[in-house]
């Protein structure tokens, strides 16, 4: 029996789950930004969640095999962009956006994400059956090496970081064993020690984000003054919240960036213990009903497809609201679905459409 | 759309290795995941519960110290009123700068900015942070007071760059120019460091001002208000955004003093430049009227913060502008001590009946000790107004150290009188045991020769010498001198203040009416034709008194009396009074080496025409039938009040008052507002 792709196969749940969310993330960024210059930036957000869902649309609709079979050229070229980004001048510190014609800002970091996820599959979903060698790992590595330094360079170690879960999920879906696991795992702590220490890669105040968490007040005016903040806005919300547009914190001034990075602390103080639980299980839905997807997936790159959605997913939600709660560090990874900002909605919502076409294919053929 | 997307399938090669569609990844290890992210769901909702549900309490105050800044709201200061309730002491609306620590701003960056705005040095802002390191960080440190309208500007064209600097109004004293009354009211400033460790302030933080001296600082609690505060809303900027509510400051009372701005100006015009001191109090309370002292020093720039220049000046001036001498000098009393003595000899008994033969001198235990002339046969009754020296030796030898201490003390020599101002001191009554106990050595009887007319190791105050003068012209009825009506004070801090400032308080020392009249006869002999201040004599007053001149350097008394060095000057005393019993005014002059007591009797003499000019302008002061000699009114044995006579020709219209006093009425005026 043969059919084809149909919107009746479409993840409607999911998509009811992900749209509260975007209400929800529309609403805060609307508070967040009240008194601020900001304000009305809630508009642009809706705007970009309108743009985000055609794209899902758009994505469900094309075959996610013809994507594995080009990804070796979109990954070249998102290479070859990535290396471009750093012979830009500097915007706000950093070298992150491409200008394209048309006033577009072309931030090609984001879009390694889904490329890597994409190339991960194609790549792990080929070695299934059989012992990983350390050539495979490596080989695999290396693919997500290259970017993660490129982005790094640029510098903006948040993104560069979100690249690691889809290598590790790839590693661990692809069957890696546990003695080369365990070796790797080594490997990745001393490394990381020995980066920490040579003072190379890091930059100062990257190091600085890093630690700061740990102890906030030895720096209550520079590195520890966002942890500090974020936690008394977490804190000042209590069980119930201050209320809508109540939030002392958020409407000061006193949480940074209340409506990007820290739009989940402006959240809790907000709407409270309750509030915040209550968003943290929609999202535990959203991450179990693309497990769900992931299982039922005609096939295994369609399997690793949605699992690399997974792992990107849960990465940025535990490093977001744990630096929010103050349990890690600050680097800069927005919340998917509810931080402001159109790189973030457009990558979440492409690799939704991925998801969908997963799905969808599954009854095809 | 189907057709291109079977198209685009159909173009998907099936070789592809990659598409393994019987393989599975085992449903376990998804599994995992699920594990994996429900255990990071869990993590995050624990670190939820931390925050919000068990820390919430805590969060939610520093949320609220965040957006909160108290800002203060200073007190004014009571006013100082004079007894009739013209103002001496007044506010006047000043502009503060205060620095503002609890903001994500780095403050010592902008240092050097706020240093050349304010017309500060770095070094100075910094000593300032450090003394408030400890203080909490809401609260804002006062950075400079009394700002000028030029670095008010600035501060408002810096308030993006600097919001920080915060102004505030505030209410600042305003006292009488040219150091009028300034030993008596004191000034304020702000509390010092070690203060702020002493018991006694610790009600105080740093910035408060507080009073340092003088009435400002025996009332300080009862003028200083409590200040108010308003709690203000502010951004993480530290703008303002609104305000949550406001306490408002309690203004200090107001304080009214028993001194009377009339007698304080005539004393203060009649001392002038002189070194030395008056006070004029009202024997039958022990209200003080007047004190003065000099060199004076300009309160009120200690009113803001008082520059180093001028503080080295006052504390390196030879003269010690900053000492108020009225209460604060302890020095011989001179021959004013032959009142004492006379009370002694009298009530011993032995005065009544003694003669000397005064032959310039007399030689006591193989020394000479001299007197200023030959008096011939002097008895108690012109031993007083003649101030024979020989008389007193005798006397004092007669009497021996051991009572004229004893009544000396009872007459509140070598005790401090207890006035209601900080600093009084006790001066000095020689006896055999406080030779022993300070010297370790034997009191010899020649000594006593010497204290006998109050020399030697005597040393007195000119308000001890005005109580004590004072008391016995009131019959031996002295009381404790005060400059603010304890009946206006709140009953538990009438006692705090007794409880302060102790000392001999109010007494009565027996003395026989027969022996004071004596005195007092004697007393206002001193100001009639042969008497040693004659030169003070007012027509139609009944002035009495009793000059002292005190040699400066005691051991060589009877020496060098007339040196060319003002150094070497004696001090000029005299305690004067009116009417000669029970006086209603006694004034005590120190004119510090003015020479001869006569001199200093002309000063206590403006004092008493001032005071007594003033009685005669009150219409139920007036005696009624003027014919009455006056001579008949003083002679009864008791005199109750002062009965006047005689109003001057040149008296002003009754009702309106003289034009030198009007300045006075406004409040704040200049010391001689007829000479410049």
Known sequence: MRRFLSLRDFDWTLLGFVLILSVVSVFEIYSATLHTKFVGFYRFQILWL????????????????????????????????????????????????IKLPGGIHFQPSEWVKLVLIVIMARYFAGLVGRELTWKDIFKAIALVAIPMLLVLKQPDLGT??????????????????????????????????????????????????????????????????????????????????????????????????????FIFAAFCEEHGFIGAVIVLLIYFLVLMRLIQNAQTAADLPGTFLVMGVVAVLIFQIAVNVGMVVGLMPVTGIPLPLMSYG?????FTFLALGMVMNVRMSRFVN | MRIIL???????PERSAAVNREEKVPPAKLMVFQYVIAAVMLVLISGLWRLQVVGAQNYREMAEANRIRKVPILA????????????????????????????????????????????????????????????????????????????????????????????????????????????????????????????????????????????????????????????????????????????????????????????????????????????????????????????????????????????????????????????????APGSTFKIIMSVAGLQEGIAENLRVDCQGGATFYGHFFACDRRHGMVDIHNA??????????TLAQKLGIETIAKY??????????????????????????????????????????????????????????????????????????HVVFPGELPAYYRQAVQDSYPGSGDVTVPIDASNWEIITEGMASTTEAGGTAFAAHLDGIDFAGKTGTAQVVSHSAGMDKISSSVAQRPNAWFVGMAPRRNPDIVVAVLWQHGGWGNVSAPIAASVIEAYVDKQRRLHHNLVA?????????????????????????????????VPALAAIDAGHFRLKPEGE
């Open chain 2, 76 to 331: 004014p200061r009571g006013k100082i009123l004079d007894r009739e309730g013209r103002l001496i002491v007044d506010n006047y609306p000043s502009v503060s700068c205060f620095l503002v620590r609890d903001q994500g701003h780095d403050i010592a960056a902008d240092l050097p900015l706020i240093a050349r705005g304010l017309h500060m040095t770095v070094d100075q802002i910094q000593e300032i942070l450090k003394r408030y390191r400890t203080a909490p960080k809401f609260q804002p440190v006062p950075l400079k007071q009394d700002i000028t309208p030029d670095e008010q500007g600035f501060i408002e064209a810096h308030l993006d760059e600097l919001p920080e600097l915060e102004t505030i109004d505030e209410e600042r004293r305003l006292y009488p120019n040219d150091g009028f009354a300034a030993h008596l009211i004191g000034y304020v400033g702000e509390v010092s460091e070690e203060m702020l460790d002493d018991p006694q302030y610790a009600a105080y933080e740093p910035g408060d001002v507080v009073g340092r001296s003088g009435v400002e600082e025996s009332y300080d609690a009862m003028l200083r208000g409590v200040d108010g505060s308003r709690d203000v809303i502010v951004d993480s900027h530290g703008r303002e955004v609104g305000v949550l509510g406001t306490e408002p400051a309690k203004p200090g009372k107001d304080l009214r003093l028993t001194i009377d701005l009339d007698i304080q100006r005539a004393a203060e015009n009649a001392l002038g430049d002189r070194n030395g001191a008056v006070v004029a109090l009202d024997p039958h309370t022990g209200e003080i009227l007047a004190l003065v002292s000099r060199p004076v020093f300009d309160p009120n720039k200690f009113s803001v913060k008082i520059g180093r220049e001028d503080w080295n000046r006052l504390v390196t001036d030879p003269n010690h502008p900053l000492l108020d001498k009225a209460i604060q000098a302890q020095l």
């Open chain 2, 6 to 12: 079977k198209g685009i399938r159909r173009r998907r």
């Open chain 1, 342 to 346: 159109g790189s973030s909605v457009l």
């Open chain 2, 625 to 657: 039938d003027t014919s009455k000699p006056v001579k008949d009114v003083m002679t009864k044995p008791v005199e109750i009040g002062a009965v006047w006579s005689k109003p001057p020709a040149s008296e002003a219209p009754r009702g309106s008052p």
């Open chain 2, 384 to 393: 007083i107004p003649l101030s024979c020296d020989t008389y007193y030796y």
């Open chain 2, 408 to 481: 000396a003390h009872e007459l509140g020599i070598g005790e401090k009188t207890g006035v209601d101002l900080p600093g009084e001191v006790s001066g000095t009554m020689p006896s055999e045991e406080w030779k022993l106990r300070n010297f370790h050595e034997k009191w010899y009887a020649g000594e006593t020769i010497s204290v006998g007319i109050g020399q030697g190791a005597v040393a007195a105050t000119p308000i001890q010498l005005a109580r004590a003068l004072g008391g016995i012209a009131s019959g031996g009825v002295l009381k404790r001198p």
């Open chain 1, 50 to 97: 309108c743009g985000g869902m055609a794209m899902m649309f758009l994505m469900s609709v094309i075959d996610y095999h013809l994507l594995l079979d080009i990804v070796h050229w979109i990954y070249g070229f998102f290479m070859l962009a990535l290396v471009g980004v750093l012979a830009t001048p500097k915007v706000m510190g950093a070298r992150r956006w």
């Open chain 1, 160 to 261: 560069s970081l979100t690249y690691s879960p889809v290598l590790l999920v790839g590693l661990f879906l692809g069957g890696i064993d546990w003695k080369k696991g365990a070796i790797l795992i080594l490997a990745v702590i001393l490394g990381a020690g020995g980066i920490w220490m040579s003072g190379k890669v890091l930059k100062p105040y990257q190091k600085a984000r890093l630690t700061s968490f740990i102890n906030p007040d030895a720096d209550p005016k520079g590195t520890g003054y966002q942890i500090i903040q974020s936690k008394i806005a977490v804190g000042d919300g209590g069980v119930f919240g201050r209320g809508a547009t109540r939030g002392t914190q958020t409407q000061g001034d006193f949480l940074p960036i209340p409506y990007t990075d």
